[in-house]
């Protein structure tokens, strides 16, 4: 609980800080390139009968309470904040009145029936202010929210991120009203087929009358998508079915829906550093529920909290510890606080050095080997060399000798041991070769000039 306090009076510093800054260059919210936001409850989605205005109005007030660490009957705050935050440019106080009004008599309504169905007596209903008791008096704006709210607002079980960055840029009411149903789906990138007449009355009181969906699609429709694809985080698109293959009525609806990359940028501010954000999503693979508890806590995990936390988890998966979800483990080392202590960390510096030294070794083995490979290939090259030059010289040796000379060295040859099993690996007869046939043969004549360069080689080193 006291994370909690901390995380929301962090967030609304924080909140402060940015109106603030951006108060000294007239910048209004959703030209902000910080997000500010919360996590809302998903009940408060089918808010109807209530203007655009009116509707930021009730963000800027559920945000409020949503930071505010205690719970006082009344919140208290500069009306100058108040209004940055619902972006209420206008200095026309008489109509920031009317919008309060309007705002007051927004209802949520809880019932046990399915809609469209017809209630039993003593079936349960609930249906409450959004926002009551408004006063605005010395620069400031004071609000009271029914008792029964703060609970879903402070700790929403179901819920999703509403940006005041984004929302606070729509100027049309199906605009909102689509973005309020669809942005829970992101994750899945589609919503279920819906009734394109639940899909019309979404705004409430501002709902379409156009009985044809061609004139629905041309007025509202398309004007809502295209508004959404120009200023919020996702891309929407759509696509309907008949009632029947035989009918041409369209009766259903349903969205498609993608982050925008430019949305990673933003989340990136949020997180206060580009690398963190990248190293979340690509090494670890988070999603975006992931992510959105990541924005909820931001104000007390701090930068160094959550790189402490990827140094931990990526500890554990180097050493084979963490088998699944590695994106999991590191959101629980973020929450819990978990960080590698100096006596790991010299550990791992240990490991380290070690597999440093083993790597080491065997690279130096590596080169070992290959250097006395080499040095044995250039050897036996050199060989080869020697003995193809030898048998040149044999070669000349033997066709300058005259003809007596040449049939002793020819029967020396044939009568000694290097020559008998050079005829023999040929698969000739010692016995009965002829000299032509060493002579015209490519290997025996190598074989006879070698040994004629060694005969001579002798006999000259004899007379030296």
Same mark, same amino acid.
């Given at each position: 609980?006291?994370?909690?306090?901390?995380?929301? #009076?962090?967030?609304?510093?924080?909140?402060?800080?940015?109106?603030?800054?951006?108060?000294?260059?007239?910048?209004?919210?959703?030209?902000?390139?910080?997000?500010?936001?919360?996590? =809302?409850?998903?009940?408060?989605?089918?808010?109807?009968?209530?203007?655009?205005?009116? =509707?930021?109005?009730?963000? %800027?007030?559920?945000?409020?309470?949503?930071?505010?660490?205690?719970?006082? /009957? *009344?919140?208290?705050?500069?009306?100058?904040?108040?209004?940055?935050?619902?972006?209420?440019?206008?200095?026309?106080?008489?109509? $920031?009145?009317?919008?309060?009004?309007?705002?007051? &008599?927004?209802?949520?309504?809880?019932? #046990?029936?399915?809609?469209?169905?017809?209630?039993?007596?003593?079936?349960?209903?609930?249906?409450?202010?959004?926002?009551?008791?408004?006063?605005?008096? /010395?620069?400031?704006?004071?609000?009271?929210?029914?008792?029964?709210?703060?609970?879903?607002? &402070?700790?929403?079980?179901?819920?999703?991120?509403?940006?005041?960055?984004?929302?606070?840029?729509?100027?049309?009411?199906?605009?909102?009203?689509?973005?309020?149903?669809?942005? !829970?789906?992101?994750?899945?990138?589609? +919503?279920?087929?819906?009734?394109?007449?639940?899909?019309? !009355?979404?705004?409430?009181?501002?709902?379409?009358?156009?009985?044809?969906?061609?004139?629905? /699609?041309?007025?509202?429709?398309? &004007?809502?998508?295209?508004?959404?694809?120009?200023?919020?985080?996702?891309?929407?698109?759509?696509?309907?079915?008949?009632?029947?293959?035989?009918?041409? &009525?369209?009766?259903?609806?349903?969205?498609?829906?993608?982050?925008?990359?430019?949305?990673?940028?933003?989340?990136?501010?949020?997180?206060?550093?580009?690398?963190?954000?990248?190293?979340? /999503?690509?090494?670890?693979?988070? +999603?975006?529920?992931?992510?959105?508890?990541?924005?909820?806590?931001?104000?007390?995990?701090?930068?160094?909290?959550?790189?402490? %936390?990827?140094?931990?988890?990526?500890?554990?998966?180097?050493? !084979?510890?963490?088998?699944?979800?590695?994106?999991?483990? $590191?959101?629980? @080392?973020?929450?819990?606080?978990?960080? $590698?202590?100096?006596?790991?960390?010299?550990?791992?510096?240990?490991?380290?050095?070690?597999?440093?030294?083993?790597?080491?070794?065997?690279?130096?083995?590596?080169?070992?080997?290959?250097? *006395?490979?080499?040095?044995?290939?250039?050897?036996?090259?050199?060989?080869?060399?020697?003995?193809?030059?030898?048998?040149?010289?044999? =070669?000349?040796?033997?066709?300058?000798?005259?003809?007596? @000379?040449?049939?002793?060295?020819? =029967?020396?040859?044939?009568?000694?041991?290097? !020559?008998?099993? @050079?005829?023999?690996?040929?698969?000739?007869?010692?016995?009965?070769?002829?000299?032509?046939?060493?002579?015209?043969?490519?290997?025996?004549?190598?074989?006879?000039?070698?040994?004629?360069?060694?005969?001579?080689?002798?006999?000259?080193?004899?007379?030296?």
């Amino acid at each position: 609980m006291a994370n909690n306090i901390m995380t929301r #009076a962090t967030s609304r510093q924080l909140s402060f800080e940015l109106f603030e800054e951006m108060l000294a260059t007239d910048t209004p919210i959703n030209e902000s390139t910080k997000e500010i936001g919360y996590q =809302r409850n998903n009940v408060f989605i089918d808010i109807t009968d209530v203007g655009i205005t009116a =509707r930021r109005l009730l963000d %800027a007030a559920h945000f409020i309470v949503a930071q505010e660490p205690t719970t006082p /009957k *009344v919140y208290d705050v500069e009306l100058s904040y108040f209004r940055w935050l619902m972006r209420y440019d206008s200095y026309n106080y008489k109509h $920031l009145r009317t919008v309060v009004s309007e705002a007051q &008599k927004a209802l949520i309504q809880v019932s #046990a029936s399915p809609p469209g169905s017809t209630s039993a007596e003593d079936e349960k209903w609930v249906s409450v202010q959004l926002i009551g008791i408004v006063g605005i008096d /010395k620069g400031r704006i004071t609000f009271a929210v029914p008792e029964p709210l703060i609970p879903h607002i &402070k700790d929403p079980v179901k819920s999703h991120w509403l940006s005041l960055r984004i929302t606070s840029a729509f100027t049309l009411t199906y605009a909102r009203a689509i973005y309020d149903h669809v942005i !829970g789906y992101v994750a899945e990138g589609i +919503t279920e087929w819906i009734e394109v007449d639940v899909v019309r !009355g979404w705004p409430g009181k501002a709902a379409s009358t156009a009985t044809e969906f061609k004139y629905f /699609k041309r007025d509202n429709l398309d &004007k809502a998508v295209k508004q959404i694809n120009a200023v919020s985080d996702i891309d929407l698109s759509y696509e309907t079915r008949t009632v029947s293959p035989k009918s041409k &009525k369209i009766d259903r609806i349903r969205f498609r829906l993608t982050r925008k990359e430019t949305a990673g940028a933003i989340r990136a501010s949020l997180l206060g550093a580009q690398e963190i954000y990248t190293t979340l /999503k690509n090494e670890f693979g988070f +999603t975006e529920k992931q992510f959105n508890t990541i924005s909820q806590n931001r104000a007390v995990w701090s930068d160094e909290r959550i790189l402490q %936390a990827i140094e931990y988890t990526r500890a554990k998966v180097d050493s !084979g510890q963490v088998k699944k979800s590695p994106g999991a483990y $590191l959101l629980k @080392a973020i929450t819990d606080g978990y960080k $590698l202590s100096d006596a790991d960390r010299k550990m791992l510096t240990v490991q380290q050095q070690q597999q440093e030294q083993e790597r080491a070794e065997s690279s130096a083995k590596q080169l070992a080997t290959a250097a *006395v490979a080499a040095s044995t290939e250039a050897a036996e090259e050199r060989s080869k060399t020697q003995t193809v030059e030898n048998a040149d010289l044999g =070669r000349e040796a033997y066709h300058k000798a005259d003809g007596k @000379a040449q049939k002793d060295f020819m =029967r020396a040859f044939i009568a000694s041991a290097a !020559g008998k099993l @050079a005829i023999k690996r040929v698969k000739l007869n010692p016995a009965t070769i002829h000299e032509s046939e060493v002579l015209a043969h490519k290997d025996l004549s190598f074989a006879l000039y070698s040994f004629v360069f060694l005969r001579t080689k002798a006999k000259t080193a004899s007379k030296a």
